[in-house]
Each structure stands twice: as C-alpha cells, then as structure tokens.
C-alpha cells in the first residue's frame, strides 16, 4: 500500500525540463511537465514546445529537476517525441564544450549537429512522397487528414497542420507518416529523392524438392530462355542469399521476358522491397593484404604511443599506405567492442574510399556527409545510435553523431580546411573537436597526413601528440619526378601553346600513347575569372558582392562565386560601349575547352565545384577513370585529395603562381600542401609518375621543397617567421568580422568595438580593417583581429571578457543592424 501511495506522489510530483531549442538564444528555456508526461521525460529526448506567441519547435530535454524558474513563468511541455533518446549524455557536453569554445549558442550547435528531420518546427515544410505507395485504409484518421491536404495542396507547414486539425501536437503524426516514408521535408525536394527499392527473385517453395525441379526443367525444354533463367538462379543462389531481377537478368543471358514469364507462371516470386540506401548486400570481407615491414613498424609505433597520449600524429609521405594502417587499427577497435570514427575533408572522397573499406568490414560501416538526404541522415543516425555501424566514415559533421563507444577516431588528410566550418555557427574546426570528443569517449585520435598542419606538427614536436613517420612508399613505388618549366622562358621561346608548356604537353601525348591516364591541376573553376573592356578597362562586378564576375561558357553567363548572382555576358562594355571585350585568366573550363581543340580525339573531363553538384556525379567520374572511360581529367583541389588510380602517371600543375602569391601567412605551407598532394596522384601502383610545374618563378623556395620531398625544411623555415609575426602555433586568434549594409555606420561600431576591445586587451587587438573582399550579399565587412599568447594568456578567460564585451555592445543603440560573428582559430 506505501509503495503504491509513494508511486502515485511521485507521478503527481511538478517536474521541469530545461531544453535546448534551435536558436541563437544564449540561455537554456525552462517548461514544466504535465504529470501524465512525468515518467518519460529523460535526458535527450525530443519535445515539442511553443516559443514566442504562436511558434511550434521540437527541443532537446538538457537536464530534468522540480526547480521553476525565477524570472518567468513556466508554459507546459506539449508532447514527447521518443521513446528512448536521440542525443546521448556525452553529446550534450560535447555540444556545450562546442558553444563555449567557439562563442556561439548552444542552440546554433544543435542546428548543425540533429538532420531535419529531428527538429521539426512550425515553420518546416511537408510534403508528399509521391514516389511510395501506401494503402489509405491503413492510416488514421487524423493521418487520411494530413495526406489528403497535401494531395490537394503540394507543401504545408506544420503550422498549416496545426490548423487543419485543431491541435498543437501534430509533431508525433508527422513522426510516424516521415517514418512510413509517406511524407518528406521540403529541403530534400531539391535531392529529389526516391526509396530505394529493389526487386528479388525467389524460387517457389513447390520446386525445392528435387523431383518436382526435375519435372520442371523438362517442361521448359520447349523454353529454353526460360530454363536458362531457372538455371542461372540455381548457380547464383549457391553463392548469395539474395538475389535481384538485375542481377539473374545479367547472369542468364535469357532477358526480361523470360523472367517476367516465369514469374506469370509462379516459378518464380517477385518481391519488391525497400532496401536501405546506405549499404550494399554483405560482401566477404578481405583482410589478406600484408603489411610491410615500414607500416608494420609505424603500425607498433601508434599502439605503443597511445599507451602514453591520447593523440598521435601519423606523418606518412603520399602512397605510403596510410589507409593500410587504419584498416589495422579499426580491426583492433571492432576487436574489443570499439566504435570507430574515420573523418576524411571532402564529401566525395567517401563514396571513393568507402567501396575500399567495405572489401574489409562489409556492413559494419556507415557513411555520413551532408549530400545525403534527410532520410538518409536520420537512417544513420538510429544505426549508430543502436550501435549497428561500428565504423562511420563521413566528412566533418560526423562529429556530431550519437557514438555510444567511440575508441577510435582517424582524421586523414588532418592539414584540410575543408575540416573548417566557415558558415553558418558553430565555426567549428572538425580535427580539434575530434580530439575533445575523443578525451569524452575516453578514446584515441589518429592525425594522418603527408604534410600536418604547422599546428600538429608542434605539438608533436613538443611532445604534446605522439609522431609516427613513415618516408617510404607502399610496395617501393618510387616518387614521382618533378620538372619545373619557366612560363616566362617557354613564352619567349613562342613554344607554350595556350595555357600549356612544351614540356608538359610531351609528357601528355607519351602518357596517351601508353594508354596511361592524365591529371591537370589548376585552382580556379569557370572558364575566365575576368572579362574586360580593351577600352577603358571596366570589368563586371557582383551587384551584392564587392568581387568581379567570372565568365562561365557552359552557361554563356557572369556568375559570382560568393552569392551566386547571374548576369548574361555583354556583348559591348556597359560603361563606354566598346565592342572590344577580352577575356583574363583561365579556369578550368578553360583549359578543358582548350585542350580539347589541341588533343580532339583525348577523351576529357572536367572535376570541379560545377561538375560534381549533384549527388552521384563525383562518384560517376571516379568510375569512369577506373574504367579507363577518362583519358585526361581537369580539377580543382578536388584532384588532390585521395585519388589512387594505377594508370595515372601524369600530373600537370598549370599555374603554380596562384598559390604561391596568395597574401596569406598559410600560403607557403598550403601551396606546399597542395603541391605535395596532387604530385601524389601519380604513379602510385608500381609505376613512377612524372609531375610538371609551370610557374613564373621556378626558384621560389617552395617549389624547391616541393621536389625534395622536404617537409622538414618547410617547417622550420616558417615557424621562425610565425613566432616573429605572432601567428599560431605560438598565438591564439580570434577574428571578429562586423557586418552592415550601410558602410558608414559599419566604420562608427568597427571603431566603437575596437576601442573597447583595447581597454581589455592593449596591442593584441589588430583592426579594425577591410577584408581583401568587404562586401559580400549586400554586408559591408570590417574585420578585428586578436591575437594572445598561448602559452600564459588563459583563453578562457579571454572569451568570458570577449562575450561581456559584445554583449554590451549588443545592448547599446549604436549595434542596430549591426551583425557581429566571432570565429575563434578562423585560418
């Protein structure tokens, strides 16, 4: 009878949630619970609340207590949206660590870590998966509304179906029709999404038996396409459990029909199924390949070191079979119940490594990067969530993913700003997060990379990171060679034809010759980066952006690169109406263009940002380079990262100057970076590559590291002028950019900041100044720089006077369509 009444109490007891919603606010909001919701609220759940006068948003329960808050009356919790959590304890304070580094709100850090699909709010969009059967009768009342609305109307907002029914908690209902994937969210609309789903072939029951199959290959005597079908699905089902209409139609040779007729006949079973998109059918895993004895003595060095740190630097030159290792490790991992981490920079260098990945770990690994759709995201999500993928492999944002054990996180390629989110917050950089969620986890973190970051080469050097060094090449592959050519001296010597040296377009028609394939780097996209009046030298400019317009021939348009505006290209100048117009520069639509008038029968493609827009389009040109489909290919930096195909032997660097010349105090160590990367490319399978750089200045020092192989030089050489100059690894910064439209008013708050910011912190702040582009999408932009020691200043504190400080900023009149973005280690 106590326990009974001590029961009762406790579900009659006034609980309150604080929960994190998914907005830029800087506290936490507190709701009170109904008692009949008080034996489900948990840590982690989603819920749904009201926030403002009308406005719906699905929150995340941050913590649970009988507290009211002080300063405002509590308004109820309207529904719970899960049965068990979405978000872990560890990702909570993973979130908070990420809010309080890099000043922003927790709430900013929950939009970029949860897909959609997981924060519904009043102002989401719905609509109908018109791709999916589903049977009406099935659906409830309130469910037959909701379709029938959207059947009638092609978008809703959940504020829409909040009206249409009559109740605020719809939220649940449209969890449920998003799960039977009768619904989509509207952002996916442009992925155009589709179930995937796939028809399999199954014999019928009846013809197990051996007699009965006996009786029906002779009556298929007179079918012989038909037998030959029955035939090949024997064969086959000895070797797989699964077998699809693609994959019979192509082993027997017998057709479409035949199939189709021996279906009609109820031979065979067709059975149409909605298969995940994120897996293919389990492959036998390889694990045969041997190590050698360089990376078996690297692969020693790592676990001995990570007895001692919790980081190790692994600094491998190109082709060193650094993947090799990692496959190593996460065997160990998956061993001892492990869940393993592998971050890699760019979003289509999963689709290419991932296929290498499953040949060891079949279904155990998932992939996660922002191209996936909603459905996608969320599907990938509940597996490691429920600990079915042991191993994910995505770009930066899966970081954010709900890991139970994480023992291993690799970060290849660790020196990518691709690692680096810009915009919007958290401006978070993937490579340090890793390193605090690995300490969470209690797990270790891999740093791999051919050139490390100056930053993680110190702190190896210091003996903060472990370092392991591998200088050899898998399988003894020699480095590639490298030739310099003179663009100035091969211009004089009238040899150059268009963009392309003598030396380099040799070294092509030998590579074409031996039916060997080409890469040529050049870092600009687009066909001309300036279009130019001959007469009076006016070139187009963004209307919202303070850049000039780059000529694209594919779309015989102006586009800016920053916001994406568009003009047509004029034909006569708009200022002084001169019909003589040139083009200035080159991208790679250029040399594409070019090249194909030079080798008309070279097959050629172009990899860059324009090229590989939509979702399978990176993959598809992968596949064609395998399949020898692509004689030459032209990128971007796109080219430099993680290609590893045997019959590339020439790589052609068409301008070296664009990086060298940068005005940035990373350019010498990512031209080196860059460089060092796409001469990787070449010959990495048994064959020694050939590298031509053309530049203007052939003896830059950089250049000369370059062909040396001579990382160390490099970073000695540069780390004295960092320390001089007050620049990382030895200074923190933190870079405040302040936004307006109207420029006058931007200078009046940039100085007002920057004063204020002196009295605080003296001679560290630098600014306020004008970016080397200060207006872009219609803001003006002023930039303060801050630079603090790292080794005596407590950073800590730094940001808790830098949040007081613009904080009051914020409160004065003077910050009115002001915008200010703080971005902590912004380079």
Same mark, same amino acid.
């Given at each position: 009878?106590?326990?009974?009444?001590?029961?009762?109490?406790?579900?009659?007891?006034?609980?309150?949630?604080?929960?994190?919603?998914?907005?830029?606010?800087?506290?936490?909001?507190?709701?009170?619970?109904?008692?009949?919701?008080?034996?489900?609220?948990?840590?982690?759940?989603?819920?749904?609340?009201?926030?403002?006068?009308?406005?719906?948003?699905?929150?995340?329960?941050?913590?649970?207590?009988?507290?009211?808050?002080?300063?405002?009356?509590?308004?109820?919790?309207?529904?719970?949206?899960?049965?068990?959590?979405?978000?872990?304890?560890?990702?909570?304070?993973?979130?908070?660590?990420?809010?309080?580094?890099?000043?922003?709100?927790?709430?900013?850090?929950?939009?970029?870590?949860?897909?959609?699909?997981?924060?519904?709010?009043?102002?989401?969009?719905?609509?109908?998966?018109?791709?999916?059967?589903?049977?009406?009768?099935?659906?409830?009342?309130?469910?037959?509304?909701?379709?029938?609305?959207?059947?009638?109307?092609?978008?809703?907002?959940?504020?829409?179906?909040?009206?249409?029914?009559?109740?605020?908690?719809?939220?649940?209902?449209?969890?449920?029709?998003?799960?039977?994937?009768?619904?989509?969210?509207?952002?996916?609309?442009?992925?155009?999404?589709?179930?995937?789903?796939?028809?399999?072939?199954?014999?019928?029951?009846?013809?197990?038996?051996?007699?009965?199959?006996?009786?029906?290959?002779?009556?298929?005597?007179?079918?012989?396409?038909?037998?030959?079908?029955?035939?090949?699905?024997?064969?086959?089902?000895?070797?797989?459990?699964?077998?699809?209409?693609?994959?019979?139609?192509?082993?027997?040779?017998?057709?479409?029909?035949?199939?189709?007729?021996?279906?009609?006949?109820?031979?065979?079973?067709?059975?149409?199924?909605?298969?995940?998109?994120?897996?293919?059918?389990?492959?036998?895993?390889?694990?045969?390949?041997?190590?050698?004895?360089?990376?078996? $003595?690297?692969?020693? !060095? *790592?676990?001995?070191?990570?007895?001692?740190?919790?980081? %190790? @630097? =692994?600094?491998?030159? &190109?082709? /060193?079979?650094?993947?090799?290792?990692?496959?190593?490790?996460?065997?160990?991992?998956?061993?001892?119940?492990?869940?393993?981490?592998?971050?890699?920079?760019?979003?289509?260098?999963?689709?290419?490594?991932?296929?290498?990945?499953?040949?060891?770990?079949?279904?155990?690994?998932?992939?996660?990067?922002?191209?996936?759709?909603?459905?996608?995201?969320?599907?990938?999500?509940?597996?490691?969530?429920?600990?079915?993928?042991?191993?994910?492999?995505?770009?930066?944002?899966?970081?954010?993913?709900?890991?139970?054990?994480?023992?291993?996180?690799?970060?290849?390629?660790?020196?990518?700003?691709?690692?680096?989110?810009?915009?919007?917050?958290?401006?978070?950089? $993937?490579?340090?997060? !890793? *390193?605090?969620?690995?300490?969470?986890?209690?797990?270790? %973190? @891999? =740093?791999?990379?051919? &050139?490390? /970051?100056f930053e993680s080469y110190y702190n190896a050097q210091t003996n903060k990171y472990g370092l392991t060094e591998l200088h050899e090449r898998?399988?003894?592959?020699?480095?590639?060679?490298?030739?310099?050519?003179?663009?100035?001296?091969?211009?004089?010597?009238?040899?150059?034809?268009?963009?392309?040296?003598?030396?380099?377009?040799?070294?092509?028609?030998?590579?074409?010759?031996?039916?060997?394939?080409?890469?040529?780097?050049?870092?600009?996209?687009?066909?001309?980066?300036?279009?130019?009046?001959?007469?009076?030298?006016?070139?187009?400019?963004?209307?919202?952006?303070?850049?000039?317009?780059?000529?694209?021939?594919?779309?015989?348009?102006?586009?800016?690169?920053?916001?994406?505006?568009?003009?047509?290209?004029?034909?006569?100048?708009?200022?002084?109406?001169?019909?003589?117009?040139?083009?200035?520069?080159?991208?790679?639509?250029?040399?594409?263009?070019?090249?194909?008038?030079?080798?008309?029968?070279?097959?050629?493609?172009?990899?860059?940002?324009?090229?590989?827009?939509?979702?399978?389009?990176?993959?598809?040109?992968?596949?064609?380079?395998?399949?020898?489909?692509?004689?030459?290919?032209?990128?971007?930096?796109?080219?430099?990262?993680?290609?590893?195909?045997?019959?590339?032997?020439?790589?052609?660097?068409?301008?070296?100057?664009?990086?060298?010349?940068?005005?940035?105090?990373?350019?010498?160590?990512?031209?080196?970076?860059?460089?060092?990367?796409?001469?990787?490319?070449?010959?990495?399978?048994?064959?020694?590559?050939?590298?031509?750089?053309?530049?203007?200045?052939?003896?830059?020092?950089?250049?000369?590291?370059?062909?040396?192989?001579?990382?160390?030089?490099?970073?000695?050489?540069?780390?004295?002028?960092?320390?001089?100059?007050?620049?990382?690894?030895?200074?923190?910064?933190?870079?405040?950019?302040?936004?307006?439209?109207?420029?006058?008013?931007?200078?009046?708050?940039?100085?007002?900041?920057?004063?204020?910011?002196?009295?605080?912190?003296?001679?560290?702040?630098?600014?306020?100044?004008?970016?080397?582009?200060?207006?872009?999408?219609?803001?003006?932009?002023?930039?303060?720089?801050?630079?603090?020691?790292?080794?005596?200043?407590?950073?800590?504190?730094?940001?808790?006077?830098?949040?007081?400080?613009?904080?009051?900023?914020?409160?004065?009149?003077?910050?009115?369509?002001?915008?200010v973005q703080p971005d902590v280690d912004p380079y």
């Amino acid at each position: 009878m106590l326990d009974f009444a001590q029961t009762v109490n406790n579900e009659r007891e006034t609980l309150f949630v604080e929960v994190i919603l998914p907005l830029a606010i800087p506290k936490n909001y507190t709701y009170r619970v109904p008692f009949e919701l008080n034996s489900s609220v948990t840590v982690g759940k989603r819920v749904v609340v009201q926030f403002g006068k009308s406005k719906l948003y699905t929150a995340i329960i941050y913590t649970v207590g009988n507290q009211a808050p002080q300063k405002y009356e509590a308004k109820y919790i309207i529904d719970i949206l899960d049965d068990r959590p979405v978000v872990t304890p560890r990702q909570l304070s993973f979130w908070k660590w990420l809010a309080e580094y890099y000043l922003c709100q927790i709430g900013e850090v929950m939009n970029a870590a949860l897909p959609a699909a997981l924060k519904l709010a009043s102002e989401t969009k719905i609509v109908l998966n018109k791709e999916f059967e589903y049977d009406k009768a099935s659906l409830t009342d309130k469910e037959y509304l909701i379709v029938d609305a959207l059947e009638i109307q092609p978008e809703l907002s959940v504020s829409d179906i909040v009206k249409l029914l009559g109740q605020k908690t719809v939220l649940p209902l449209l969890r449920i029709l998003f799960e039977k994937n009768i619904i989509h969210i509207s952002e996916e609309v442009s992925d155009k999404y589709k179930p995937r789903r796939r028809t399999f072939i199954t014999l019928n029951p009846v013809y197990q038996n051996p007699d009965m199959l006996k009786e029906l290959f002779s009556i298929l005597e007179r079918a012989p396409k038909q037998a030959d079908a029955l035939l090949a699905y024997i064969q086959l089902s000895r070797k797989q459990k699964h077998i699809t209409r693609p994959e019979l139609t192509e082993a027997s040779g017998a057709g479409a029909a035949a199939i189709k007729a021996l279906v009609d006949k109820e031979v065979f079973i067709a059975d149409e199924r909605v298969v995940s998109r994120l897996s293919t059918d389990d492959e036998e895993i390889d694990e045969n390949f041997v190590l050698s004895a360089a990376q078996r $003595a690297a692969l020693s !060095s *790592i676990n001995q070191q990570f007895t001692q740190k919790d980081v %190790v @630097l =692994l600094h491998g030159i &190109t082709s /060193s079979g650094k993947t090799q290792i990692y496959i190593r490790l996460m065997e160990q991992m998956l061993a001892n119940g492990k869940q393993v981490l592998y971050l890699l920079p760019e979003i289509a260098l999963t689709t290419h490594i991932v296929e290498r990945l499953r040949h060891h770990f079949g279904n155990h690994i998932g992939v996660y990067h922002s191209r996936f759709n909603d459905n996608e995201r969320v599907e990938v999500w509940q597996k490691v969530l429920s600990g079915d993928y042991r191993i994910v492999l995505g770009a930066r944002s899966s970081v954010f993913l709900p890991f139970g054990d994480l023992g291993l996180i690799i970060v290849d390629e660790e020196h990518e700003s691709s690692y680096k989110q810009y915009d919007p917050a958290p401006r978070y950089n $993937a490579r340090d997060a !890793s *390193i605090f969620l690995g300490h969470l986890h209690g797990g270790k %973190v @891999l =740093l791999g990379s051919a &050139t490390p /970051s100056f930053e993680s080469y110190y702190n190896a050097q210091t003996n903060k990171y472990g370092l392991t060094e591998l200088h050899e090449r898998f399988g003894g592959v020699e480095l590639p060679q490298i030739q310099v050519v003179s663009i100035a001296t091969e211009t004089k010597q009238k040899t150059m034809q268009s963009h392309f040296s003598s030396v380099l377009m040799l070294d092509i028609e030998q590579a074409l010759l031996k039916k060997e394939q080409v890469i040529l780097f050049q870092n600009r996209r687009g066909y001309a980066p300036v279009v130019m009046c001959k007469t009076c030298a006016h070139t187009p400019k963004c209307i919202n952006c303070d850049v000039t317009l780059t000529y694209h021939k594919s779309s015989s348009k102006l586009h800016c690169h920053y916001c994406g505006y568009r003009e047509d290209t004029p034909s006569t100048c708009p200022a002084c109406g001169s019909a003589h117009l040139e083009q200035k520069g080159f991208g790679t639509e250029k040399v594409e263009d070019e090249l194909s008038l030079i080798l008309p029968d070279a097959r050629i493609r172009r990899m860059d940002l324009d090229t590989t827009r939509s979702k399978m389009a990176f993959q598809n040109i992968l596949n064609d380079i395998e399949e020898k489909k692509i004689d030459i290919l032209v990128g971007t930096q796109m080219v430099a990262k993680g290609l590893d195909f045997p019959d590339i032997t020439v790589i052609g660097i068409i301008s070296a100057d664009s990086l060298l010349k940068y005005p940035d105090y990373r350019a010498n160590e990512r031209s080196f970076q860059l460089l060092a990367q796409v001469s990787g490319r070449a010959g990495r399978r048994g064959k020694q590559g050939k590298v031509v750089i053309q530049t203007y200045d052939p003896t830059h020092r950089v250049i000369g590291q370059v062909i040396r192989n001579d990382y160390t030089d490099l970073y000695n050489t540069e780390i004295v002028e960092r320390k001089a100059f007050k620049y990382p690894p030895f200074y923190r910064i933190i870079q405040l950019d302040i936004k307006h439209k109207q420029p006058e008013q931007l200078y009046i708050q940039a100085e007002y900041l920057a004063r204020e910011l002196r009295n605080h912190f003296g001679d560290r702040v630098i600014g306020p100044e004008a970016p080397l582009i200060n207006r872009i999408r219609n803001y003006y932009i002023r930039s303060i720089t801050l630079k603090f020691e790292k080794d005596t200043v407590s950073i800590t504190k730094v940001k808790t006077i830098l949040q007081e400080i613009l904080l009051q900023f914020e409160t004065t009149k003077l910050s009115q369509g002001c915008i200010v973005q703080p971005d902590v280690d912004p380079y």
